[in-house]
């Protein structure tokens, strides 16, 4: 298909927000061209097989679904599906000098039997239950509202119709709502990981990232499920992309916008190929990268950029290690999040580490294996074996860490972090790896540093910037944001990424809301 010399929506990025609106542009009708840098479409929501000559297609870098509407789903006419975890989570402890844990799943007679043997009664129970049916109810409320046009802080509360519930998730620091709630430490801990996840912050952070976190952990789909990927990340953009295509979206990959200029009512966007460069006129103009690459492609002063604060680590194992905890099979205790290192008063010592500028001595981290839930990840001859993956994900390690000397300091945590993870196995965690085609471990740690050069993340921050609540901003510079919480200071050019209102994490969202933003101006 040949260029046109304008489009009315040209797509800066082919990251999984493009493509969503590139598709909902495209089935209205619009003529939509998107231009993606790298070689291929997806950007963090991508499967890759990272270990050479092992045909393992692992979710690199995103890899769960919870936030995804299944409106989108159902309007792009998408041919993908997830799978329910069978277990929600098992954290392993020590207890009288012996190992233990708690299993979240199963159904409600064996987590409650679960609760009553790590702490020796209900109490910790029936906290758990109450706490979750009032997130459960909030984002039974909340989550519809994420695909309509942005509602006030008022309008919010309103739909929210709990005073317990907006002062808790919106008001004071989560911290305080899980030390009058919870008693057990280990308790405390799992419920405040969701508002860690690749987010710097203590529990009583007055400035409640933490609490911004924790909602969009707690509302997605309506119910808070952290889904698997069928076929991984990367099944999920192919879908994406292949509805944009279908629809008469034009999207070029190796592609790198270099420049965006605009008066308001008409842009120019000028990208480099390997023919040289190029320019697409457009009535609109969709950036799916963060609001520091919207800044430079306009030659505007940058905001400064929000430090991420992750370690990820994908793994390919020959089997699943065993637990030094007998009572609970690996294939349930990783189907699920297991929790390392993340009693409450550990998160609150790596937290004071690192912010003094130290990596954490005990690095807290969660890791889970998709394999058990959908093993089409890995060829038929990997599943007969026994092979696994396992993806961990590590928290309170801010990019600031890694300044020095990325490399040895990557080193230095991924030995801390699965040191933690051997003081629960019956056997090390190195014993179970599998090995690629040179005969080296397959295993890979990415850190803030390396998601920035490889994939542009501004500081690493997988969010873009930090979390914003999903209504309305009350103050002037964020009235640019508009109807649809993704405008910016100009008319015609819209934020269709994580860093709009109501981005972060595998959603679609932020390109749906682009997209409605983009048809109503067109009319």
């Not at 800066?12 to 909902?24: D, I, M, P, R, S």
């Not at 030390?179 to 308790?187: K, N, P, S």
């Not at 109807?483 to 390109?511: E, Y």
Request: a negative charge.
């Amino acid at each position: 298909m040949p260029d046109r010399d304008a489009y009315d929506a040209v797509i800066v990025g082919g990251g999984h927000n493009g493509l969503v609106a590139a598709a909902y542009l495209a089935r209205a009708g619009r003529s939509v061209l998107l231009l993606e840098r790298l070689s291929a479409t997806g950007g963090a929501a991508v499967s890759s097989r990272p270990f050479p000559g092992v045909d393992a297609r692992l979710s690199r870098y995103s890899y769960l679904v919870s936030l995804l509407p299944k409106k989108i789903v159902r309007d792009l006419d998408l041919d993908f599906r997830v799978r329910t975890r069978t277990v929600s989570s098992y954290t392993p402890t020590e207890r009288g000098g012996r190992p233990t844990g708690l299993l979240v799943g199963g159904g409600e007679a064996r987590t409650r039997q679960a609760f009553e043997r790590l702490t020796g009664g209900r109490r910790e129970y029936d906290a758990w239950r109450e706490f979750y049916a009032m997130t459960g109810e909030v984002a039974r409320r909340v989550f519809p509202t994420l695909t309509e046009p942005l509602p006030t802080r008022a309008g919010l509360r309103a739909r929210v119709d709990d005073d317990t519930a907006w002062r808790t998730l919106f008001e004071e620091p989560i911290g305080a709502a899980i030390e009058e709630r919870f008693a057990d430490d280990l308790v405390r801990g799992v419920v405040l990981t969701d508002a860690l996840i690749g987010t710097f912050a203590d529990a009583h952070d007055p400035s409640l990232r933490q609490n911004r976190c924790f909602l969009y952990h707690v509302i997605g789909g309506g119910t808070g499920d952290w889904n698997v990927p069928v076929g991984g990340m990367g099944a999920l953009t192919a879908a994406i992309a292949d509805s944009a295509r279908v629809s008469g979206a034009r999207l070029r990959t190796g592609c790198e916008v270099t420049r965006i200029a605009t008066d308001g009512r008409r842009a120019e966007v000028t990208y480099a190929t390997e023919d040289g460069e190029r320019t697409a006129g457009a009535r609109h103009v969709l950036v799916n990268a963060s609001p520091q690459a919207l800044a430079e492609l306009l030659g505007e002063e940058q905001p400064p950029p929000a430090e991420g604060a992750q370690f990820k680590v994908n793994m390919l194992l020959g089997r699943l290690p065993r637990l030094r905890d007998t009572s609970v099979d690996p294939r349930e205790a990783f189907a699920g999040t297991f929790h390392i290192a993340e009693g409450y008063e550990e998160l609150a010592t790596a937290y004071a580490q690192a912010a003094a500028g130290t990596p954490p001595a005990a690095p807290p981290s969660e890791i889970y294996c998709h394999s058990l839930t959908d093993p089409t990840i890995l060829a038929p001859d990997l599943v007969e074996s026994g092979h696994q993956t396992l993806t961990l994900f590590g928290l309170h390690t801010p990019a600031r860490l890694f300044a020095r000397d990325n490399d040895a300091v990557r080193a230095e945590l991924l030995t801390a972090t699965l040191a933690q993870l051997d003081a629960h196995l019956a056997e090390p965690i190195a014993d179970c790896l599998a090995l690629d085609a040179q005969g080296r471990p397959c295993i890979e740690a990415k850190t803030p540093l390396d998601l920035e050069r490889d994939l542009r993340l501004p500081g690493g921050n997988i969010f873009h910037r930090d979390l914003a609540f999903p209504y309305a901003q009350e103050n002037a510079a964020a009235e640019s944001a508009g109807r649809w919480g993704v405008g910016t200071r100009h008319p015609n050019v819209v934020l269709c990424g994580a860093g709009a209102v109501r981005g972060g994490g595998v959603s679609g969202i932020p390109g749906h809301n682009a997209a409605m933003a983009v048809l109503e101006a067109l009319g």
